[in-house]
């Protein structure tokens, strides 16, 4: 089945520090990419997708680019804020029906 | 338009007590699940259904029980509670190779 290898947190910077948050994949076929944030005390939601290789997917100042050649799908925003503590998932989505989130990382952003 | 809707919200159960919680989606998603959360383990697959009247188990189904008599509905029950079931719940839908969308959680707390 599907499976992400997720860079383990927790993560702490500072204010308008630079973010990356590595992800590679496992997955049958051609899969698409999704990144969830989750807010603390809420459930998760969308940050951003990428449906098909070389795709940037992008929203509230994260980025992250399919690279089907590396299999990534790296996290990137270059000037974090308190707001953007959260817990961040990477997740591929094909043909399995086990939609499986892992640990995902733990990021902390400090004033 | 309401998305995925989990009640209840929190709930305090003494061990060897049962209890059903109910998963509503209105979007006519075919794919439903539900998941634990526990400080540091991410989420775990408990079960979940690719159709209505169609279940399957996840990562850790032990304890749990799950029906889909309708689409839109997908039920969790625990028939004797155990400490070890102290977790927050969350309910998805989705559809393949789609968005997830995920309920805001239920707190539950086995005494």
């Known amino acids: 089945g599907d499976s992400v290898t997720q860079m383990e947190g927790p993560v702490t910077l500072s204010e308008e520090a630079f973010l990356t948050i590595n992800c590679t994949y496992t997955?049958?076929?051609?899969?698409?990419l999704f990144w969830y944030v989750q807010y603390p005390g809420e459930g998760l939601q969308l940050l951003l997708k990428?449906?098909?290789?070389?795709d940037k997917g992008s929203n509230k100042g994260f980025e992250a680019t399919y690279r089907k050649e590396t299999t990534s799908f790296h996290l990137e925003k270059g000037s974090v804020q308190v707001s953007d503590s959260a817990v961040y998932f990477c997740?591929?989505?094909?043909?399995?029906?086990?939609?499986?989130f892992g640990a995902g990382t733990t990021v902390t952003v400090r004033a | 338009n309401a998305g995925v809707t989990q009640t209840p919200k929190f709930r305090v159960l003494k061990t060897g007590q049962s209890m059903t919680l109910l998963c509503a989606q209105d979007m006519n998603h075919e794919y439903m699940y539900w998941y634990r959360q526990d400080p540091g383990m991410g989420l775990r697959l408990i079960h979940y259904?690719?159709?209505?009247?169609?279940?399957a188990k996840g990562e850790v189904p032990d304890g749990y029980n799950v029906s889909r008599l309708k689409k839109q509905n997908f039920l969790l029950g625990l028939e004797s509670a155990a400490p070890s079931q102290t977790s927050v719940y969350f309910c998805a839908s989705t559809r393949l190779n789609t968005e997830a969308f995920f309920g805001q959680g239920t707190r539950l707390t086995v005494v």
């Open positions: 997955a049958t076929g051609y899969p698409s």
């Open positions: 997740v591929p989505s094909s043909n399995d029906y086990k939609l499986s």
């Open positions: 259904s690719v159709g209505e009247g169609t279940t």
């Open positions: 990428a449906t098909k290789a070389d």
